[in-house]
Nanobody, 125 residues
């Protein structure tokens, strides 16, 4: 059974930092793109960041560029999201996702086949 388990969420003041982790089990994703999405209360799920299977290519939504960094450790089957200079508008449930198709990267939620349960990030102003 494939599982993605996020951790690292919590409550932080504006301007602070958090590091999210997503550990995968049940299969390896070393050949697959992985991503982070988020969903704020009352809003649709939106793309945050994605990383290629090599870890070399990264893509971000405009609102987090320069503040968030996605990375991965294929030996640990884990993807990370370092979030700095957090703003109140970053408050959301953050989800980790992985594609079943190898190599191809995407910013669309519908292209991802495996999802974690989500971790809450709350930024107080």
């Amino acid at each position: 059974q494939v599982q993605l388990v996020e951790s690292g969420g919590g409550l932080v003041q504006a301007g602070g930092s958090l590091r999210l982790s997503c550990a995968a089990s049940g299969r390896t994703f070393s050949d697959n793109a992985m991503a982070w999405f988020r969903q704020a209360s009352g809003k649709e799920r939106e793309f945050v960041a994605t990383i290629t299977w090599t870890g070399i290519g990264t893509y971000y939504t405009d609102s987090v560029k320069g503040r968030f960094t996605i990375s991965r450790d294929n030996a640990k089957n884990t993807v990370y999201l370092q979030m700095n200079s957090l703003k109140s508008e970053d408050t959301a449930v953050y989800y980790c996702a992985a594609r079943s198709i190898p190599k191809l990267v995407s910013t669309k939620a519908s292209d991802y086949d495996y999802w974690g349960q989500g971790t809450q990030v709350t930024v107080s102003s």
